[in-house]
């Protein structure tokens, strides 16, 4: 899951980008609302997390426009404007949660999985498919009632595709959400994953949708 994390203190973005990461999710920086908002139209997102203080473009202005795209990922408002009538004025823009400054670390990361769960058709926070589970809030995945150790890589694949079930998924997909932009991509390595993923799950829980790329069925 790729997401698109953007605040103009540079510090505290860095601080936040680590955190993601950390959690399992691919992260980057956007610091001035002109780049976050072509960024935010031109590539795909799973989920954004938006001050509204920005340069140049501020950020209710860039929530606009990217539901003016629309652009439909969970867009979270992280910002030091904490007044009722500002933080009902950004869910009306098209927000999908607010979170006030200072935050934990921890809280942020719980409502953007909460948000991505549901904006792909998830509300518990373990995916279940079949004999197949994956657990969002400690990224464990058990096939059968045994634990799967899979590579970081690994589960961004296995995860994508789990909270995207029945979506026929190219390689070139999950290239965009596994991968940083300035990351070396190379689509032939999603082959190498799902052999691997494969493996370790069995080979008829994911399934190959022949020229198209790769689906693991809901039921």
């Not at 979270?76 to 098209?94: H, K, Y």
């Not at 197949?132 to 464990?140: A, H, P, Y």
Request: a negative charge; aromatic letters at 6%; glycine letters at 8%.
């Amino acid at each position: 899951m790729k997401i698109l994390v953007v605040e103009d203190e540079l510090a505290l973005g860095e601080q936040i980008v680590e955190g993601l990461e950390h959690s399992g999710w691919v992260a980057e920086l956007s610091s001035d609302g002109i780049d976050a908002l072509y960024r935010a139209t031109s590539e795909p997102w799973d989920g954004i997390i938006l001050d509204l203080g920005l340069p140049k473009l501020d950020g209710l202005t860039v929530l606009k426009g990217i539901r003016d795209e629309n652009v439909t990922c969970p867009v979270i408002i992280l910002s030091a404007r904490n007044e009722l009538t500002q933080r009902v004025e950004g869910l009306n823009a098209g927000a999908d949660d607010y979170l006030t400054k200072p935050f934990q670390m921890i809280e942020l990361v719980a409502r953007l999985r909460a948000q991505v769960r549901r904006s792909t058709g998830n509300a518990s926070p373990v995916i279940q498919i079949g004999g197949l589970s994956l657990d969002t809030r400690t990224s464990k995945v058990m096939h059968n009632g045994e634990s799967i150790d899979l590579t970081a890589l690994e589960f961004k694949v296995l995860s994508y595709m789990m909270h995207n079930a029945d979506k026929v998924i190219s390689r070139t997909e999950l290239v965009e959400h596994i991968y940083k932009q300035d990351f070396d991509r190379d689509s032939n390595t999603i082959e190498v994953f799902i052999g691997r993923i494969r493996r370790k799950i069995g080979g008829d829980v994911i399934k190959t949708v022949r020229g198209l790329g790769y689906r693991i069925n809901a039921d």
